[in-house]
């Protein structure tokens, strides 16, 4: 069966990081290009981070377009407390050599959608700024499908409503549920419960490895400061563990909506779980996971680079 073709707008980022990897070494999947977008760390942070990680798993020939330094709307908001001031705290990844392609990120992702010959797969890791203005700017060029890393039924990991990428850009979320595209919502719902522990960890080898046990050092330290976790929530890399594997992640088809008006409620995913509104499903909502399935898989295809 041929590959699916897969873009990746990431905010770079430690799960963004590893995210990358799982895809890099997956042949299920033929990852066509990369874009950044502000939300971990600024966008010249991200950006770099993705080309640092991709010519450091031996991928400088994937390109990378650069897109929104900042949210729609709102101001710019960096969870630097939680991977540090880089984006990719704790690795010591050499910089960058190549520079992203000049396009903008949006027109980027416009061309690789209108070039591709099969359906294409959309997964964003990160908030969506680029995603929403994608579809404002070239509503002809849609992806078959979109698996984004976001939302939550349940708690939020920003406030305690909303989880951080929908957070950081809500207005740009609503566009994105809204849009009748195939949306698959992956959120903190599934990925709070597969935690790659020390277990994991101490399993991880090769080159590519060390690196993401240096970046898991780093990252497990705010899960066990806030949630007592043994181990941490790889989130986005589960968005594309989805692609790779549907089976990994049971899901519900639901209506969300994106709050954009409250201050308290910011950002906050309102998924109709229990169909109690007569709002049309909008997404497959992530209810489930094989937890052991998605973290043997992430072990493996970590410990495939050469
Ligand atoms: O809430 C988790 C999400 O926010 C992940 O994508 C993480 O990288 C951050 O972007
Ligand atoms: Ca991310």
């Known amino acids: 069966m041929s590959p699916t073709p897969i873009l990746i707008d990431c905010d770079p980022g430690h799960d963004d990081a590893i995210a990358l990897l799982l895809a890099l070494a997956s042949p299920e999947v033929e990852l066509l290009g990369v874009t950044s977008v502000a939300g971990n760390q600024t ?64 027109d980027f992702l416009a061309e690789k959608i209108r070039a591709s010959e099969r359906p294409l797969t959309l997964i964003p890791t990160g908030p969506l700024t680029n995603v929403a203005l994608l579809l404002a700017l070239h509503p002809d060029a849609r992806p078959e499908r979109i698996v984004l ?58 080159r590519v490895g060390e690196m993401v046990t240096e970046l898991l050092r780093f990252y497990d330290t705010f899960h066990r400061t806030v949630y007592n976790f043994d181990g941490s929530p790889i989130h986005d890399a589960l968005a594309v563990a989805h692609v790779l594997n549907p089976d990994l992640v049971d899901t519900l088809e639901r209506n969300v909506e994106i709050d954009t008006e409250s201050e308290l409620c910011r950002g906050r995913t309102v998924v109709d779980l229990w169909q109690r509104t007569d709002r049309e499903p909008n997404a497959h909502v992530g209810v489930e996971v094989d937890s052991d399935g998605f973290l043997e898989l992430l072990v493996e295809r970590i410990n495939s680079f050469e």
């Open 149 to 206: 890393m976001g939302g939550a039924i349940a708690e939020g990991n920003v406030t305690p409503a909303a989880e951080f990428n929908i957070w950081c850009d809500p207005e740009a979320a609503a566009r994105v549920f809204a849009s009748d595209i195939d949306v698959t919502m992956i959120g903190l719902d599934v990925t709070h419960k597969a935690l790659f522990t020390q277990a994991h960890i101490g399993r991880l080898t090769g």
């Open 43 to 106: 966008l010249d942070k991200t950006t770099a981070n993705a080309i640092r990680v991709l010519e450091f798993a031996g991928h400088p020939d994937v390109p990378v377009a650069a897109g929104a330094d900042r949210p729609l709307v709102r101001e710019q908001f960096v969870a630097a407390y939680v991977h540090g001031e880089t984006g990719l705290d704790g690795p010591d990844l050499p910089p960058p050599q190549k520079q992203p392609v000049a396009q903008h990120a949006v």
